[in-house]
């Protein structure tokens, strides 16, 4: 069955520093997606980046950009100039042809100091 | 603002009570979902609705009863439910994929907190 691991409960960062937040994945599929959501004190779920396995290119969204390693099934996300804002809980998913659903790792909460 | 619109935000209820959430996009997407997400965990799928009818169904008790009315409406009725049912409920949307869902990324609502007595 495929599995989401994020080891870090929680990380924390200085303004406008920058901060790797690491996700690890299991699957025997060659096809599938991987999602960063973020979720901050108000509750809403925002999607961050979406990488497509088969696609090498790392994806970037502004200050938002992952290190997708297809072979050693690991996929981070890096924020760049992190700002007070950006403090949330973070959930790294997956989803595939065959599970068609997402499955989400357990979360890294992100706290961001001034 | 959020493009899916849950409410209420916050419900209180018995355990004998029939109270009913509700989840609304105008997106035009043909899939939504119902999360249950407890305190400091990730979110955990109950429902799927997929073109208006029920795609998956997670095992979950039928004190939950999903309905979706049209393709922009999705309610979860709730019956008889139990003190750990409390915990926040997400409702989501997403396009249709070409065969499947799983390459479209789905759109959260805010949430519908709900505590039960």
């Known amino acids: 069955a495929q599995t989401v691991t994020q080891s870090q409960p929680e990380m924390s960062v200085q303004e406008a520093e920058t901060v790797t937040l690491s996700c690890t994945y299991d699957?025997?599929?060659?096809?599938?997606?991987l999602f960063w959501y973020k979720q901050p004190p108000s509750r809403q779920m925002i999607l961050v980046i979406r990488q497509e396995a088969y696609k090498q290119q790392n994806a970037t969204e502004n200050r938002f950009s992952v290190n997708f390693q297809k072979a050693a099934k690991s996929f981070s996300l890096k924020i760049s100039d992190s700002q007070l804002g950006d403090a949330a809980m973070y959930f790294c998913?997956?989803?595939?042809?065959?599970?068609?659903?997402?499955?989400f790792g357990t979360g890294t909460r992100l706290q961001v100091f001034p | 603002d959020t493009e899916v619109t849950q409410t209420p935000k916050h419900l209180v209820m018995g355990m004998t009570n029939k109270k009913s959430l509700k989840c609304e996009q105008h997106m035009g997407h043909r899939a939504m979902y119902w999360y249950k997400q407890k305190a400091k965990k990730p979110p955990e799928l109950m429902f799927v609705?997929?073109?208006?009818?029920?795609?998956i169904n997670e095992s979950v008790p039928s004190r939950f009863s999903p309905e979706c009315p049209n393709s922009s409406l999705l309610n979860l009725h709730l019956h008889a439910l139990q003190p750990e049912d409390s915990a926040l409920y997400l409702c989501a949307s997403s396009q249709e994929g070409v065969v499947r869902m799983f390459n479209q990324p789905q759109h959260f609502g805010d949430g519908t907190r709900l505590s039960i007595l």
């Open positions: 609705y997929s073109y208006e009818k029920l795609s």
């Open positions: 699957t025997s599929e060659s096809d599938y997606y």
């Open positions: 998913a997956y989803s595939d042809y065959n599970t068609d659903k997402l499955i």
